[in-house]
């Protein structure tokens, strides 16, 4: 299905997803014991993971108004630079303060990263594999909870809640060398001539779009939904559920072993059989684990694994056919723009889910995390307007020519 370079370019963005992955996951699991040493609320602790979704937020609407403009692999390499910079800068933070900051300035650079892998995929990847595409870009997020967030877990265990930091910093400047010596130059959004046009055209574009307005109010629900769950999930498996923070590792792991398998075959079930009607039954299903999560008390250890699995396969795989329906919307000299948008949109949504979380979840006097069940039902509330508003987004790609093949390269044809 894919070529050999369409291969190595997609396991290096996969591999560049996995290290911001799990950068960013590995707050989550940290929580109860960051809450611990720096004596914060489940407020403060929401803050630190909504100030990098904040900051991705306002870089990626930024970042639309010139991501166009310049070949992917220079954008690529310059915020993924930064990424590792920030990431080494939480890895030194010595108190909460330090770190809340520290979490922002990674926020400015990972919050383009994400539209950049896409808008690489889909210049690359004609539409019709682009859920495969996807599904194996999709791959980095079982790698990071299989091997991540496991590893990062341990050395914070080991050592200190700043290694795991060190660790991401480490590894994300190596693979800046990588992206360096082996992603090609990807300028097929430039070879079209375009008259200079003035810095809202890119935002008055999309607002007169109504097809891509839609794209952007479903994704804002898909992740409002997610993220009133997320940031508190470990924290609440401790608290509520009896889990130890040594624990949490086997959550990661049962997931990412699932959706390692699941994540392709949702991608091809998308191609096989349209992204609409995937999403469709991934949200529907996804309901489920939301319900069944925030309403958990002490559960034996294997049942509580086997529901988080269920909710990574769940959660994740819906996530593959609406990404390819999204990245659908647009066309490749406008893409990485409006992907930007749709990243902003995202971070957003996830920062004001989680602050809101944060305001409505209280500790109990004996630890125990209150009021999670209100935001499974907010959750529940947003997985359906997500799946009303995914039957009105329409994709305008269709399948290239041979000549629109033949000067969409990277090198060489890869589509």
Same mark, same amino acid.
């Given at each position: 299905?894919?070529?050999?370079?369409?291969? #190595?370019?997609?396991?290096?963005?996969?591999?560049?997803?996995?290290?911001? #992955?799990?950068?960013?996951?590995?707050?989550?699991?940290?929580?109860?014991?960051?809450?611990?040493? =720096?004596?914060?609320? @489940?407020?403060?602790?929401?803050?630190?993971?909504?100030?990098?979704?904040?900051?991705?937020? #306002?870089?990626?609407?930024?970042?639309? =108004?010139?991501?166009?403009?310049?070949?992917?692999?220079?954008?690529?390499?310059?915020? =993924?630079?930064?990424?590792?910079?920030?990431?080494?800068?939480?890895?030194?933070?010595?108190?909460?303060?330090?770190?809340?900051?520290? !979490?922002?300035?990674?926020?400015?650079?990972?919050?383009?990263?994400?539209?950049?892998? %896409?808008?690489?995929?889909?210049?690359?990847?004609?539409?019709?594999?682009?859920?495969?595409?996807?599904?194996?870009?999709?791959?980095?997020?079982?790698? +990071?909870?299989?091997?991540?967030?496991?590893?990062?877990?341990?050395?914070?265990?080991?050592?200190?809640?700043?290694?795991?930091?060190?660790?991401?910093?480490?590894?994300?400047?190596? %693979?800046? =060398?990588? #992206?360096?010596?082996?992603?090609?130059?990807?300028?097929?959004?430039?070879?079209?001539?375009?008259?200079?046009?003035?810095?809202?055209?890119?935002?008055? *574009? $999309?607002?007169?779009?109504?097809?891509? *307005? *839609? +794209?952007?109010? &479903?994704? +804002?629900?898909?992740?409002?939904?997610?993220?009133?769950?997320?940031?508190?999930?470990?924290?609440?498996?401790? +608290?509520?559920?009896?889990?130890?923070?040594?624990?949490?590792? %086997?959550?990661?792991?049962?997931?990412?072993?699932?959706?390692?398998?699941?994540? @392709?075959?949702?991608? !091809?079930?998308?191609? *096989? &059989?349209?992204?609409?009607?995937?999403?469709?039954?991934?949200?529907?299903?996804?309901?489920?684990?939301?319900?069944?999560?925030?309403?958990?008390?002490?559960? @034996? %250890?294997?049942?509580?694994?086997?529901?988080?699995?269920?909710?990574?396969?769940?959660?994740?795989?819906?996530?593959? /056919?609406?990404?390819?329906?999204?990245?659908?919307?647009?066309?490749?000299?406008? !893409?990485?723009?409006?992907?930007?948008?749709?990243?902003?949109?995202?971070?957003?949504?996830?920062?004001?889910?989680?602050?809101?979380?944060?305001?409505?979840?209280?500790?109990?006097?004996?630890?125990?995390?209150?009021?999670?069940?209100?935001?499974?039902?907010?959750?529940?509330?947003?997985? &359906?307007?997500?799946?009303?508003?995914?039957?009105?987004?329409?994709? $305008?790609?269709?399948? /290239?020519?041979?000549?629109?093949?033949?000067?969409?390269?990277?090198?060489? /044809?890869?589509?």
């Amino acid at each position: 299905m894919f070529s050999k370079q369409e291969k #190595i370019l997609l396991g290096i963005l996969a591999t560049i997803q996995f290290s911001s #992955i799990v950068d960013f996951m590995i707050m989550m699991p940290l929580g109860p014991q960051l809450m611990r040493m =720096f004596a914060i609320t @489940p407020h403060q602790f929401g803050l630190l993971v909504s100030s990098y979704t904040f900051s991705a937020s #306002i870089s990626g609407f930024l970042a639309s =108004f010139f991501v166009d403009k310049f070949d992917r692999k220079t954008s690529l390499l310059f915020f =993924f630079f930064g990424f590792a910079i920030g990431t080494i800068a939480c890895a030194l933070s010595p108190n909460y303060e330090l770190l809340l900051t520290a !979490r922002g300035l990674t926020g400015i650079f990972g919050g383009v990263l994400s539209s950049l892998v %896409l808008s690489i995929v889909s210049d690359a990847i004609s539409y019709e594999r682009r859920g495969s595409a996807m599904g194996v870009i999709m791959t980095s997020f079982s790698m +990071a909870s299989i091997l991540g967030v496991p590893f990062s877990l341990f050395l914070a265990n080991e050592f200190s809640w700043h290694a795991p930091f060190t660790f991401l910093g480490v590894l994300s400047l190596f %693979l800046c =060398f990588v #992206i360096w010596k082996y992603v090609p130059e990807m300028r097929v959004h430039l070879l079209e001539k375009r008259e200079k046009e003035p810095i809202h055209r890119v935002l008055t *574009r $999309i607002i007169h779009n109504q097809n891509q *307005r *839609r +794209a952007l109010f &479903f994704m +804002a629900a898909v992740m409002f939904g997610h993220f009133a769950i997320i940031p508190f999930l470990s924290p609440s498996l401790v +608290a509520n559920v009896g889990m130890t923070e040594q624990q949490l590792p %086997l959550m990661y792991m049962a997931g990412g072993l699932c959706t390692i398998f699941s994540s @392709p075959f949702i991608g !091809r079930l998308a191609d *096989r &059989f349209g992204k609409h009607k995937i999403f469709l039954w991934g949200a529907l299903i996804t309901i489920l684990p939301y319900w069944v999560i925030t309403h958990m008390g002490q559960t @034996p %250890l294997w049942l509580t694994l086997a529901i988080c699995a269920f909710f990574f396969v769940s959660s994740g795989g819906r996530m593959i /056919p609406a990404t390819a329906l999204v990245s659908g919307t647009s066309l490749p000299q406008n !893409r990485g723009s409006f992907m930007s948008i749709v990243s902003c949109v995202q971070q957003m949504a996830a920062a004001v889910s989680s602050y809101i979380a944060g305001l409505i979840i209280t500790t109990g006097p004996n630890g125990h995390l209150d009021n999670y069940n209100v935001v499974g039902y907010i959750a529940v509330v947003f997985t &359906f307007v997500a799946i009303y508003l995914s039957r009105r987004i329409h994709a $305008i790609e269709s399948a /290239p020519t041979k000549a629109e093949a033949d000067t969409a390269h990277i090198g060489e /044809p890869v589509v």
